[in-house]
Each structure stands twice: as C-alpha cells, then as structure tokens.
C-alpha cells in the first residue's frame, strides 16, 4: 500500500481561487517533498519540508507538516491556468533512501 | 530541463521482448532513482543506485534489473515483457537522499 495518499483525487477551480491538497502518511519520515507533473512529463520538484518543521513558503506555495497527524498540506494561491498538473507528496521513511510517492491531486485551474 | 536524460523517449516491442533504459544523471549526482509510473499503480518507486552501488529496492520483479555504471549513467533492463509492463519508466537523481531531479522519462508500450 501507498506510503503516502494525496487528497482530494481531482480537483477544480476558477483561475485566481486557492487550491489545497492534502497528503497522508503511515509512518515517521525525515522530509516531505511536493512534486508537480505535468501530462506524460517528469516530475518536477517544488519544495521539501523537514520533519521539524511546520511550515515553508516559497512564492505562491504554502506547505504545513503536522508530524503528529502524520498529514501535509500544500496551498497553491491565486491559482493560474498554467498550474493545472498533477501534484504528488513524496515521503522518505527515517531509514531514508527510499522515496514514496502519493497517487496525485489532478488540478484543474479553468481560465 | 532538470539536467536528467533518458534515453530512448518512446518503445514499442512485443511481450517476452528484453529492452535496456538509458539515464544519464545531472553533473555531479551520484544517486539514481528509478521509478514506474502506470495508471492503476500510481508513482512506484523500483530501485536506487549510489555511486555504483545498489543502495535500496522497492517494488522492482525479477524479470528487471538495474546497474550503474563509473561515469554514473545507470541503465534499467526489462526482460520478458508482459502487457502489464507497459508503463512510463522514469529515472531521477539527486545529490544525497533529498531533492529529486526526474528525467523526462521513457514510455514504454507492450503489445
């Protein structure tokens, strides 16, 4: 079973509206990351938070990791059609190494 | 462009078929991830090498096998192909067990 599970499975939104998605997790991990995957391209990375930290921001990205919920939150803000992509939390156990990834939140931003 | 090549793009063969996936990492990465991408099965992680070495194995069969070589590409070997090998194979590298940086993978059609 997934490591990690993104929530919601497909979302969408008007351009200009905030989009969050949701990430779950079984067990402790070092960092989470989010990743961005455009149709049929490779992921791309968008930023990785430590297990002691709570929040990050990086332009119109806000992520929360709550370690005790085992769950992670990425907040995309005044949404663009050009984030429409498939979004994945991705996970590395405290064994480290192994990187797990989610089944993806598919966005849809609508012009 | 992540600095990560695969190599070829598209492969069409037939079952029981072997074919050879090529990645070259960025400059300077010593670890390559490889990675199975299909529709019902998500993102799953197969098998990562670093610095030559196996360094840890996720859900990879024993009809695949993977090696790195001294300049550091790594190749991945599929052998006898089943319908539900078809898939996109991505591989990524990364400096230490952190930030991934994919390549733009290799879809591989099984007919």
């Known amino acids: 079973s997934q490591q990690g599970e993104e929530d919601p499975q497909a979302l969408s939104i008007q351009e200009g509206e905030n989009a969050t998605m949701n990430c779950s997790y079984k067990t402790s991990i070092n960092n989470l990351q989010w990743y961005r995957q455009n149709s049929g391209r490779g992921l791309v990375h968008l930023i990785l938070?430590?297990?002691?930290?709570r929040e990050k921001h990086s332009g119109r990205l806000r992520v929360t990791l709550d370690t005790s919920k085992k769950s992670s939150s990425l907040l995309i803000t005044a949404s663009r059609a050009a984030d429409t992509a498939s979004y994945f939390c991705a996970t590395d156990l405290n064994t480290g190494n192994q990187f797990y990834f989610g089944t993806g939140t598919s966005l849809t931003v609508i012009p | 462009d992540s600095g990560v090549t695969q190599t070829p793009k598209h492969l069409i063969t037939a079952t029981g078929q072997r074919v050879t996936l090529r990645c070259s990492p960025r400059s300077g990465d010593l670890s390559v991830y490889w990675y199975q991408q299909s529709l019902d099965q998500g993102l799953q992680f197969l098998i990562q090498y670093y610095n030559g070495e196996e360094r840890a194995k996720g859900n990879i069969l024993e009809r695949f096998s993977a090696q790195q070589f001294p300049d550091l590409h790594s190749e991945l070997n599929l052998s006898s192909l089943e319908l539900g090998d078809s898939a996109l194979y991505f591989c990524?590298?990364?400096?230490?067990?952190?930030?991934?940086?994919f390549g733009p993978g290799t879809r591989l059609t099984v007919l």
């Open positions: 990524a590298s990364s400096v230490l067990s952190d930030t991934q940086y």
């Open positions: 938070i430590r297990s002691n930290e």
